[in-house]
Protein backbone atom coordinates (compact mmCIF):
# COMPACT_ATOMS: atom_id res chain seq x y z
CA UNK A 1 0.00 0.00 0.00
CA UNK A 2 2.99 2.27 1.10
CA UNK A 3 4.53 1.97 -2.34
CA UNK A 4 1.45 2.23 -4.53
CA UNK A 5 1.24 5.92 -2.10
CA UNK A 6 4.23 7.12 -2.09
CA UNK A 7 3.95 9.47 -5.32
CA UNK A 8 0.97 11.00 -3.74
CA UNK A 9 2.39 10.99 -0.10
CA UNK A 10 5.75 13.15 -1.72
CA UNK A 11 3.94 15.03 -3.89
CA UNK A 12 1.95 16.24 -0.76
CA UNK A 13 4.63 16.71 1.27
CA UNK A 14 6.49 18.88 -1.04
CA UNK A 15 3.20 21.28 -1.68
CA UNK A 16 3.01 21.11 2.19
CA UNK A 17 6.76 21.49 2.67
CA UNK A 18 6.47 19.50 5.37
CA UNK A 19 6.52 15.51 5.24
CA UNK A 20 3.51 13.56 4.77
CA UNK A 21 2.72 10.75 7.56
CA UNK A 22 1.88 6.76 7.65
CA UNK A 23 0.73 5.36 10.70
CA UNK A 24 0.06 1.84 10.43
CA UNK A 25 -1.91 0.06 13.38
CA UNK A 26 0.39 -2.76 15.29
CA UNK A 27 -0.18 -4.79 18.48
CA UNK A 28 1.46 -4.66 21.98
CA UNK A 29 1.35 -8.57 20.99
CA UNK A 30 4.21 -7.68 18.83
CA UNK A 31 6.00 -6.37 22.04
CA UNK A 32 4.78 -9.21 24.30
CA UNK A 33 4.24 -12.15 22.32
CA UNK A 34 0.22 -12.27 23.70
CA UNK A 35 -3.10 -11.97 21.19
CA UNK A 36 -5.23 -14.04 20.12
CA UNK A 37 -3.37 -16.28 17.87
CA UNK A 38 0.77 -16.94 17.67
CA UNK A 39 0.16 -16.00 14.04
CA UNK A 40 -1.61 -12.70 15.03
CA UNK A 41 1.72 -12.13 17.28
CA UNK A 42 3.79 -12.83 14.98
CA UNK A 43 2.34 -10.58 11.94
CA UNK A 44 2.32 -7.33 14.15
CA UNK A 45 5.71 -8.05 15.01
CA UNK A 46 6.97 -8.09 11.82
CA UNK A 47 5.15 -4.93 11.09
CA UNK A 48 7.24 -2.94 13.71
CA UNK A 49 10.76 -3.51 11.88
CA UNK A 50 9.35 -2.84 8.95
CA UNK A 51 7.62 0.46 10.08
CA UNK A 52 11.33 1.53 11.04
CA UNK A 53 12.91 0.41 7.84
CA UNK A 54 9.90 2.60 5.68
CA UNK A 55 10.99 5.41 8.04
CA UNK A 56 14.51 5.22 7.01
CA UNK A 57 13.50 4.73 3.28
CA UNK A 58 11.25 7.03 2.98
CA UNK A 59 12.59 10.17 4.73
CA UNK A 60 12.55 12.89 4.55
CA UNK A 61 9.27 13.14 2.26
CA UNK A 62 7.40 11.04 3.99
CA UNK A 63 7.41 9.88 8.40
CA UNK A 64 6.46 6.35 9.37
CA UNK A 65 5.29 5.70 12.87
CA UNK A 66 3.28 2.72 14.81
CA UNK A 67 0.78 2.70 17.64
CA UNK A 68 0.39 -0.70 19.28
CA UNK A 69 -3.31 -1.04 21.36
CA UNK A 70 -3.49 -3.52 24.00
CA UNK A 71 -6.95 -4.77 24.93
CA UNK A 72 -9.38 -3.32 22.49
CA UNK A 73 -13.49 -2.77 24.21
CA UNK A 74 -15.28 -3.52 20.57
CA UNK A 75 -17.95 -5.80 19.63
CA UNK A 76 -15.67 -8.49 18.67
CA UNK A 77 -15.44 -10.27 22.15
CA UNK A 78 -19.10 -10.42 22.54
CA UNK A 79 -19.28 -12.00 19.48
CA UNK A 80 -16.64 -14.40 20.15
CA UNK A 81 -17.30 -15.21 23.74
CA UNK A 82 -20.78 -13.96 24.53
CA UNK A 83 -22.13 -10.95 26.41
CA UNK A 84 -21.46 -12.25 30.37
CA UNK A 85 -17.35 -13.29 29.33
CA UNK A 86 -17.00 -10.34 27.52
CA UNK A 87 -18.27 -8.27 30.65
CA UNK A 88 -16.36 -10.20 32.72
CA UNK A 89 -12.81 -9.22 30.59
CA UNK A 90 -13.24 -5.72 30.14
CA UNK A 91 -13.88 -5.19 34.15
CA UNK A 92 -10.58 -7.52 34.77
CA UNK A 93 -8.85 -5.38 32.18
CA UNK A 94 -9.49 -2.34 33.61
CA UNK A 95 -9.29 -3.75 37.56
CA UNK A 96 -5.33 -5.10 36.03
CA UNK A 97 -3.87 -2.14 33.48
CA UNK A 98 -2.04 0.76 35.55
CA UNK A 99 -4.53 3.10 33.61
CA UNK A 100 -7.45 1.22 35.10
CA UNK A 101 -9.15 1.74 31.65
CA UNK A 102 -10.75 -0.41 28.83
CA UNK A 103 -9.56 0.70 25.77
CA UNK A 104 -12.03 1.74 22.99
CA UNK A 105 -11.15 2.29 19.20
CA UNK A 106 -11.94 6.35 19.47
CA UNK A 107 -9.02 6.17 22.32
CA UNK A 108 -6.55 4.91 19.69
CA UNK A 109 -7.64 7.20 16.92
CA UNK A 110 -6.92 10.04 18.85
CA UNK A 111 -3.27 8.40 19.22
CA UNK A 112 -3.24 7.79 15.64
CA UNK A 113 -4.21 11.48 14.83
CA UNK A 114 -1.66 12.68 16.59
CA UNK A 115 0.84 10.48 14.96
CA UNK A 116 -0.50 11.75 11.50
CA UNK A 117 -1.02 15.26 12.38
CA UNK A 118 2.20 18.16 12.33
CA UNK A 119 2.47 18.17 16.37
CA UNK A 120 4.56 15.18 15.34
CA UNK A 121 6.72 15.88 12.60
CA UNK A 122 9.55 15.42 14.06
CA UNK A 123 8.79 11.79 14.64
CA UNK A 124 9.45 9.38 12.39
CA UNK A 125 10.33 5.35 13.11
CA UNK A 126 8.34 5.60 16.52
CA UNK A 127 6.67 2.55 17.64
CA UNK A 128 4.10 3.96 20.44
CA UNK A 129 2.13 1.72 22.81
CA UNK A 130 -1.29 2.57 23.52
CA UNK A 131 -2.15 -0.03 26.04
CA UNK A 132 -3.38 1.73 29.00
CA UNK A 133 -0.02 0.36 30.49
CA UNK A 134 -0.14 -3.54 29.72
CA UNK A 135 3.66 -2.92 29.19
CA UNK A 136 4.18 -2.16 32.17
CA UNK A 137 2.07 -5.16 34.44
CA UNK A 138 5.41 -8.11 33.63
CA UNK A 139 7.90 -5.97 34.85
CA UNK A 140 5.97 -5.10 37.93
CA UNK A 141 4.95 -8.19 39.25
CA UNK A 142 8.84 -9.56 38.27
CA UNK A 143 9.73 -6.31 40.40
CA UNK A 144 7.23 -7.24 43.29
CA UNK A 145 8.18 -10.78 43.54
CA UNK A 146 11.77 -10.23 44.09
CA UNK A 147 11.40 -7.71 46.49
CA UNK A 148 11.89 -8.18 50.22
CA UNK A 149 9.28 -7.57 52.89
CA UNK A 150 10.80 -4.36 53.76
CA UNK A 151 11.29 -2.84 50.89
CA UNK A 152 8.99 0.03 49.25
Sequence with gaps: ????????????????????????VSSVAALN???SSIAYGASKAAQNPVTVAL???????????????????TPWWTKGVGQ??????????????????????ED?????????????RHMTGAIIPADAGVMLLVPVAATDACRQPDQT
Design 108 to 120: IAEVVKFLASPAS
Design 84 to 105: EAADSLRELVKSSVPLRVASRP
Design 1 to 24: MIRAARPLLEAAARAAERPSSVVN
Design 33 to 35: ATG
Design 55 to 73: ARALAPLIRVNAVCPGYMD
